[in-house]
Nanobody, 114 residues
Framework: QVQLVESGGGLVQPGGSLRLSCSAS????????MGWYRQAPGKQRELVAT???????IYADSVKGRFTISRDNSKNTVYLQMNSLKLEDTAVYYC??????WGWGQGTQVTVSS
């Protein structure tokens, strides 16, 4: 059973940056497409960034040009570099396979506020 642990969230002002990390244990995740999802208060969870096994990077329009997803298969870890953060990026961020492959971790809270 894969366990996902997200970290790196926090409180940041608009225009600021954060780097999220997600470590996966229990299985080699290099064979999976991996993604970052987020859920804002009162909204459905949405997929914002994907890194495929073939090396493709796919972004939701709302984060394109500001967020960068990467992965280190040797560490079973996926990252999300978030720059130029906006108020509407406030959410709990989760990682998982794409499509969703395992149970959810606890997520990491990102709050963008002035």
């Amino acid at each position: 059973q894969v366990q996902l642990v997200e970290s790196g969230g926090g409180l940041v002002q608009p225009g600021g940056s954060l780097r999220l990390s997600c470590s996966a244990s229990g299985r080699i995740f290099s064979i999976y497409n991996m993604g970052w999802y987020r859920q804002a208060p009162g909204k459905q969870r949405e997929l914002v960034a994907t890194t495929t096994t073939g090396g493709s990077l796919i972004y939701a329009d709302s984060v394109k040009g500001r967020f960068t997803i990467s992965r280190d298969n040797s560490k079973n870890t996926v990252y999300l570099q978030m720059n130029s953060l906006k108020l509407e990026d406030t959410a709990v961020y989760y990682c998982n396979g794409v499509p969703i492959s395992w149970g959810w971790g606890q997520g990491t809270q990102v709050t963008v506020s002035s």
